[in-house]
């Protein structure tokens, strides 16, 4: 029944479509080029529109064209054909196909114009209707003008001078429960975090690219520093034995080499290996303090030792940096602006760091550093104070410390920081506290100062610094600096030590640096000790790259 | 009824016009290509042109120059036959050749750089993706027209039509969105994220932010109820439900897959990983990885034929063969050393591949069931992709 069914209603539509095609009627019209000269010859095609092909399944493409051609006035025409949607088609050599949608019956005549086939890297070939027409009449060369105008403006507005440039951006959008994504916010998505490239059209010069190129390599490679430094001071007992380490000079080279690479995003692993070699005055003068800061690293002559290792890596816009391995916790703490840095600034140990800190030797440890970016800072640290010891809980060297950058109303930045630090690894008590300040009082001149106290048997260790650095003028070139600073340290054990010391840095190049240094030292009598006093000239050439 | 009355009126003007056309015919001479399907066609990049070769006999039957500089990147005909298509990357523009006449007839101005194309069901629309115009231009091929750039994309490749032709969907390789172009209107509708990025991104932006590699197609399944998308930095497939356009099922694969190839039998999907040189083949039914296999680097494209893929890894000269009833690896066959192998089709009878081999401006036969191949030379300079009307395998890069 359902077969019989389908069989009327076919043939129904079969006849019903035999009586639309029995319905017919011509269709005519013109072939004109671009300049309005007929076209002959043009090949007229008349074909079923795309929907018509699509619902014919199986059916030749091209099997139901019916094509003409134009005769030599441009015209032509189609007889006998049946009503319905169809695609009208005309071609002709050395211009682009027309082709336009029409509905028969249709009662007027079609005007069609075509357009010249423009090939790219090719002159279109004019037909000979075309170039008798292309005539360099006034009316063709306005035409033309025209032309071209209308191809500079479009010429104009989709082209740029520079090249535009693709890449990424991170951007936020917000994405449904259905994983569809918008630009703004709508009911029930949720904000993400995603990638996209664009295209922007920015002018940058050449060497900006190289510099970008450069810096973005630099970024995805393990960085190298080589700091090198050769120390030479010299001894001349003032006060004191004349036959003890007098007139006697003195060498130490040292060269570390950095490691830095960016692992993650604000995570760098940092680790530097140092070599040493030489006889510093140290060994044969002895002040409290050391006299060249160096002699601090100096472990075994010529050997390399692995001064810190560690790992760093910032939270919360990084507000919040922990920094974990193998490391110097005296560099997190108790800085100084003026007086913190033994390879470009003083030599004395005493004008470098503060001795009431307490820790000479670096060790495995952490420290967290948080900064809310509102001027103050905090910082926590531990670190195993003796490499000998079997567990870290019976060798905690911690320090806490809390900082302010100042500006006061007429001066410079200034740092004022106070720490706490705490040791178990001494027998008795081993508490200590300290102030450290730097504050820049013109653009030229910066003054420092450190104090502490240190917790010692039945008393105190006590320290004092204080001084000035130039920089920024009163120099011999723009990028020196110099400084003049005086230690002293009052133990509680009764001996006392006075340490100046003045500096000159020149900055020879970006990389190479020369430095003058006078120490003057002043030790009192403790016990049996004599009293001494020297004067120690120096020199330092260091090397940075 | 109106579907009817529409039927009638179709089915009466085409009897109408096989009347006609006893009277009304072309000349034998001006007919290049009776048989649509009886051709490859072969891109060739640097001589910019488009080169017929038939099926049969691996004789060229005809060749289309498009212009100096043209640089044409991938070819494709109309589904009715009646057209073939193809943007010139360098020229900006898109190219109309007449399929049975194998002549140029239209030169469409189009966005930048135009690559992978794709037409509508109904062949009434072929939509032009422009990678650096970020655009899709739509060319009506009624009117051989472009009507309307649809702005909006980040590096669009691969455009997919919906069964019904009522929508498209457009791969983003610079973001990770397929969009959702709506083809009555021929507007940029949606946006479907495949995938969220991982929150562990943020502590390794220079890998996002130094070149991104999203999604080159959202693949139909050969019933056209899901899409797939493949993701090449997030490693994912995204399955799309077309009816609701939202992602039903994220499936991890290897790293960066370039693309998913669908299987003939609609069973599998095959994602090659660039990034670890291997193929993550998905089972469609349980959208699972059913098996990860070894492959080679640069892998351009996966075809099926034989019962067997056949993967193309561009720079080794080889193509990874794998049985895709035991999910094994079926040996390699070596096409040559220092070639390039660019992409390839399979014929609609699924027994042969056809590879553009671009060093040596050849096209490699490979008979799916032996192995066995066959070059043809000299078919144009820097043959690039390849196309059979019909065919289940027609891609490009």
């Known amino acids: 029944m359902q077969r019989f069914r389908v069989g009327v209603a076919s043939v129904v539509v079969l006849l019903t479509a035999v009586a639309a095609a029995a319905q017919t009627s011509s269709v005519s019209g013109k072939v004109t080029n671009k300049e309005g000269a007929v076209v002959a010859n043009a090949t007229v095609s008349l074909v079923p529109p795309p929907s018509a092909m699509a619902s014919m399944p199986g059916m030749r493409p091209g099997a139901t064209d019916i094509s003409v051609q134009s005769g030599a006035d441009g015209t032509f025409q189609f007889d006998k054909i049946p009503a319905g949607q169809f695609i009208l088609q005309v071609d002709a050599p050395g211009q682009s196909r027309s082709s336009q949608q029409i509905t028969v019956p249709t009662t007027q005549a079609l005007a069609i114009s075509l357009e010249p086939l423009e090939v790219p890297g090719a002159e279109a070939s004019p037909t000979a209707a075309g170039a008798a027409?292309?005539?360099?009449?006034?009316?063709?060369?306005?035409?033309?003008?025209?032309?071209?105008?209308?191809?500079?403006?479009?010429?104009?507005?989709?082209?740029?001078?520079?090249?535009?440039?693709?890449?990424?951006?991170?951007?936020?959008?917000?994405?449904?429960?259905?994983?569809?994504?918008?630009?703004?916010?709508?009911?029930?998505?949720?904000?993400?975090?995603?990638?996209?490239?664009?295209?922007?059209?920015?002018?940058?010069?050449?060497?900006?690219?190289?510099?970008?190129?450069?810096?973005?390599?630099?970024?995805?490679?393990?960085?190298?520093?080589?700091?090198?430094?050769?120390?030479?001071?010299?001894?001349?007992?003032?006060?004191?034995?004349?036959?003890?380490?007098?007139?006697?000079?003195?060498?130490?080279?040292?060269?570390?080499?950095?490691?830095?690479?960016?692992?993650?995003?604000?995570?760098?692993?940092?680790?530097?290996?140092?070599?040493?070699?030489?006889?510093?005055?140290?060994?044969?003068?002895?002040?409290?303090?050391?006299?060249?800061?160096?002699?601090?690293?100096?472990?075994?002559?010529?050997?390399?030792?692995?001064?810190?290792?560690?790992?760093?890596?910032?939270?919360?816009?990084?507000?919040?940096?922990?920094?974990?391995?193998?490391?110097?916790?005296?560099?997190?703490?108790?800085?100084?602006?003026?007086?913190?840095?033994?390879?470009?600034?003083?030599?004395?140990?005493?004008?470098?760091?503060?001795?009431?800190?307490?820790?000479?030797?670096?060790?495995?440890?952490?420290?967290?550093?948080?900064?809310?970016?509102?001027?103050?800072?905090?910082?926590?640290?531990?670190?195993?104070?003796?490499?000998?010891?079997?567990?870290?809980?019976?060798?905690?060297?911690?320090?806490?410390?809390?900082?302010?950058?100042?500006?006061?109303?007429?001066?410079?930045?200034?740092?004022?920081?106070?720490?706490?630090?705490?040791?178990?690894?001494?027998?008795?008590?081993?508490?200590?506290?300290?102030?450290?300040?730097?504050q820049r009082l013109f653009p030229r001149l910066t003054v420092f100062a450190r104090v502490g106290s240190a917790e010692v048997l039945d008393g105190h260790d006590r320290f004092y610094s204080a001084g000035v650095q130039i920089q920024n003028g009163l120099v011999f070139n723009p990028l020196d600096s110099w400084g003049i600073g005086y230690a002293q340290i009052n133990p509680f054990s009764g001996r006392n030590e006075k340490l100046f010391e003045g500096y000159y840095n020149f900055r020879l190049t970006e990389r190479l640096r020369l430095s003058f240094n006078l120490e003057r030292v002043l030790d009192s009598a403790e016990g049996d000790q004599p009293k001494f006093g020297y004067f120690l000239p120096g020199v330092r050439l260091q090397a940075s790259f | 009824m109106l579907k009817a009355g529409r039927f009638v009126v179709i089915t009466g003007a085409i009897l109408g016009l096989v009347a006609a056309a006893a009277s009304y015919t072309l000349s034998a001479a001006d007919i290049k290509l009776a048989d649509p399907a009886s051709v490859v066609m072969i891109v060739n990049r640097d001589s910019n042109d488009i080169s017929f070769m038939d099926i049969k006999t691996h004789k060229m039957v005809g060749k289309v120059f498009l212009g100096n500089n043209v640089n044409p990147h991938m070819v494709m005909m109309s589904p009715d036959g009646r057209y073939v298509v193809t943007g010139g990357t360098r020229a900006n523009k898109a190219f109309i050749i007449d399929a049975k006449t194998l002549q140029l007839v239209k030169v469409i101005n189009v966005d930048i750089a135009p690559e992978h194309l794709s037409f509508s069901p109904d062949s009434r629309w072929y939509y032009q993706g422009n990678p650096e115009g970020d655009s899709i231009s739509v060319i009506d091929m009624v009117s051989l027209t472009k009507i309307k750039t649809i702005p909006g994309f980040a590096e669009p490749l691969n455009v997919t039509f919906s069964s019904d032709g009522s929508k498209a969907y457009v791969g983003n390789y610079g973001a990770h969105w397929v969009g959702v172009i709506d083809v009555r209107r021929h507007e940029l509708m949606k946006k479907i994220q495949v995938a969220e990025v991982p929150g562990v991104s943020k502590l390794d932006p220079a890998k996002y932010l130094g070149e991104i590699k999203g999604i080159n197609i959202a693949a139909p399944t050969n019933d056209g109820r899901f899409l797939y998308a493949a993701d090449g930095d997030l490693g994912v497939v995204g399955v799309i439900d077309p009816r609701e356009d939202k992602v039903i099922k994220v499936i991890r694969v290897g790293k960066n897959p370039w693309r998913i190839y669908m299987s003939h039998d609609g069973k599998y999907a095959i994602t090659p990983n660039n990034g670890d040189e291997t193929i993550s083949i998905i089972d469609l039914q349980a959208n699972k990885v059913a098996a990860t296999l070894e492959a080679g680097p640069d892998m351009t494209g996966v075809n099926f034929a034989a019962g067997k893929a056949f993967v193309i890894s561009s720079t080794s000269g080889f193509v990874y063969m794998y049985d895709m009833n035991t999910l094994r690896p079926a040996g390699r066959i070596k096409i040559g050393t220092n070639v390039q192998l660019e992409t390839a089709t399979t014929d609609t009878k699924d027994e042969k591949l056809y590879l553009a081999e671009s060093t040596t401006n050849s096209v490699v036969i490979i008979d799916g069931k032996t192995g066995q191949f066959e070059k043809v030379a000299n078919v144009g300079l820097f043959p690039w992709g390849t196309h059979i009307m019909d065919s289940k395998d027609n891609y490009c890069h």
Do not use: C, M
């Open chain 1, 133 to 438: 027409a292309a005539a360099p009449t006034v009316d063709a060369l306005l035409e033309r003008i025209r032309t071209l105008e209308q191809r500079l403006t479009e010429f104009e507005s989709t082209t740029v001078l520079s090249e535009p440039e693709t890449r990424v951006k991170r951007i936020e959008i917000w994405v449904d429960k259905d994983g569809n994504q918008y630009d703004h916010q709508v009911a029930g998505s949720k904000r993400e975090v995603t990638y996209e490239r664009e295209r922007a059209y920015r002018r940058q010069t050449i060497n900006e690219k190289i510099e970008q190129a450069l810096s973005d390599e630099k970024d995805r490679n393990v960085g190298i520093g080589v700091d090198a430094t050769t120390v030479t001071q010299f001894a001349g007992r003032t006060t004191g034995d004349q036959a003890l380490a007098n007139k006697n000079a003195y060498a130490l080279a040292s060269a570390d080499l950095f490691f830095t690479a960016k692992l993650a995003q604000h995570t760098i692993f940092f680790a530097d290996v140092v070599a040493l070699s030489g006889s510093p005055p140290d060994r044969q003068i002895p002040t409290l303090t050391l006299l060249n800061g160096y002699t601090a690293r100096l472990v075994n002559q010529n050997e390399l030792n692995l001064r810190e290792a560690w790992l760093r890596t910032e939270f919360f816009g990084q507000r919040l940096a922990l920094v974990a391995g193998r490391l110097d916790l005296t560099n997190y703490f108790d800085h100084n602006a003026a007086a913190n840095d033994e390879t470009t600034q003083f030599l004395a140990d005493a004008l470098v760091n503060n001795p009431t800190l307490g820790l000479s030797s670096n060790g495995t440890g952490f420290a967290t550093v948080f900064d809310p970016k509102n001027g103050f800072n905090f910082k926590f640290g531990i670190q195993q104070s003796n490499p000998d010891a079997d567990n870290l809980s019976d060798s905690i060297y911690s320090l806490a410390e809390a900082g302010y950058v100042a500006r006061p109303p007429g001066l410079g930045e200034g740092n004022y920081r106070v720490w706490y630090r705490w040791d178990n690894s001494a027998e008795s008590r081993a508490n200590a506290v300290g102030i450290s300040l730097d």
